[in-house]
């Protein structure tokens, strides 16, 4: 199956590989040949995007967030969920809507500090998740869970930032 945006014409694509080794990611590549982004990691070797270590910046606090939000049509059938995420917005400093591979390759390098996403696949993201946690963000499910081969929903972010956005949308799984 081909992404939906290399189909569309739409630059924001990239490929992906990831390696999981009896249940966690280890490794992950995620190259944009295309947008001029090739990032990589390893657990316990850091992140890296072009050839330079990258590292999340953090905010501290919700008010001073840059945020980034992607898919969230299932996160909307939800009305509470759907107005907690109203108010998430409303508190941060910025919000955009990056999506697909940049928002977390902009994460990992300190260029956003809070990412979004609750329609996804494992094979969306698991690559994305060892390069941001290699550069010390957190990257759990939407409530907090560990990512799984089922996984479908995404909150990353820097570690400060992680669970203050968690209790303010209170999604459970």
Known sequence: MAPKAF?????????QIALMV??????GVSSAGQFGHRAFA???GGAWLNRE???VVERGQIKDAQLS???????TRDP????RLGQLIQQANRTR???DFLHYHWLAAGKVDVVIESDVNILDIAALA?????????????DGGPLTLDTRSVLAATPGLHGQVMARLNVRG
Do not use: C, D, H, M
């Open 7 to 15: 189909v569309r014409e739409y630059p924001l694509f990239s490929t």
């Open 22 to 27: 009896r249940g966690e990611l280890v490794l």
């Open 42 to 44: 390893r657990r316990g």
């Open 53 to 55: 270590r990258i590292r």
């Open 69 to 75: 939000i992607g898919n969230v049509k299932t996160l």
């Open 80 to 83: 509470a969920a759907w107005q």
């Open 97 to 99: 809507g990056y999506g």
């Open 130 to 142: 060892v390069i941001v946690r290699e550069a010390g963000g957190v990257f759990t499910e939407l």
